[in-house]
């Protein structure tokens, strides 16, 4: 994941009033990391080429979960409460468990659960099955949720960030 700071000035922290920069710097990392593993791809011998190979390596939307979790801390959240990837694996009803991209566990009570998609080619097909996803996560969650499993946390947030992508 990029690397979140504690440091800096309040100003210099994203907030709603600096959002609009804050959220170009996350998608330029998204590009950034895309043409970096499809270089990796075409120079290994690997046989995954073209744009499957920009996408296999994971870690695109690691800027906005960066830009999450600075939001977070920015309105109060103990960093150390923000958990991502196998950190953030939490149950569910219809499912054992799921490992979602973000969790927030505050004094041992989930306050919110985030995931980070993004689309490119097929975009119809792939807008269908991002919204499954979607739906089908929080609805997992919100179900283990009523039936106790997070019990005594208040409901939790269910989230979905999606970067429908363009070519640059």
Request: net charge negative.
């Amino acid at each position: 994941m990029a690397a979140s700071s504690d440091s800096g000035s309040e100003k210099d922290r994203p907030s709603l009033d600096n959002l609009p920069p804050e959220i170009a710097s996350a998608a330029q990392f998204y590009w950034e990391t895309r043409s970096g593993q499809a270089e990796e791809q075409r120079s290994s011998s690997n046989t995954a080429r073209g744009r499957r190979a920009e996408v296999l390596g994971g870690g695109q939307m690691d800027g906005f979960a960066s830009l999450v979790e600075d939001l977070l801390v920015a309105a109060g959240t103990p960093r150390t409460s923000v958990k991502h990837d196998y950190h953030a694996t939490l149950p569910g009803f219809f499912r054992h468990e799921k490992e979602w991209d973000t969790a927030v566990v505050h004094d041992g009570k989930l306050l919110a659960a985030v995931e980070y998609k993004s689309q490119g080619s097929s975009f119809g097909n792939n807008l269908n099955n991002r919204a499954e996803e979607a739906i089908g996560s929080s609805t997992d969650l919100l179900e283990a949720y009523e039936e106790g499993v997070f019990a005594p946390s208040p409901q939790p947030f269910a989230g979905c960030l999606s970067f429908p992508q363009t070519p640059r």
